[in-house]
Nanobody
Framework: QVQLVESGGGLVQPGGSLRLSCAAR????????IGWFRQAPGKEREGVSC???????NYADSVKGRFTISRSSVKNTVYLQMNSLKPEDTAVYYC???????????????WGQGTQVTVSS
């Protein structure tokens, strides 16, 4: 079983940046693809980005050029660097583990508890 813990959310002004972290407890993330998803109130969950075990990445069109996903095997953590944030990025952000990178939530077995990101002036 993989336990995932997100951190790094908060309140930021439009145009600002945040870095989210997804840390694993009790298991190495090296073997897994990790995806970031978000869900805003009243909206369906949306795939934001994912990274495969060998570092191949994928992004939703809405975040391309603004968000960067990366992983550290030393820290057993996956990061989501979010720049040029917009109010429409406001959501609860979740990370999840899978055997392959996908922006669909279906392949993911284990999910974190989520971290709130609010973009507002």
């Amino acid at each position: 079983q993989v336990q995932l813990v997100e951190s790094g959310g908060g309140l930021v002004q439009p145009g600002g940046s945040l870095r989210l972290s997804c840390a694993a407890r009790g298991s190495s993330l090296s073997y897994y693809a990790i995806g970031w998803f978000r869900q805003a109130p009243g909206k369906e969950r949306e795939g934001v980005s994912c990274i495969s075990s060998d570092g191949i990445t994928n992004y939703a069109d809405s975040v391309k050029g603004r968000f960067t996903i990366s992983r550290s095997s030393v820290k057993n953590t996956v990061y989501l660097q979010m720049n040029s944030l917009k109010p429409e990025d406001t959501a609860v952000y979740y990370c999840a583990s899978s055997w392959y990178c996908s922006l669909s939530g279906a392949p993911y077995d284990y999910w974190g508890q989520g971290t709130q990101v609010t973009v507002s002036s």
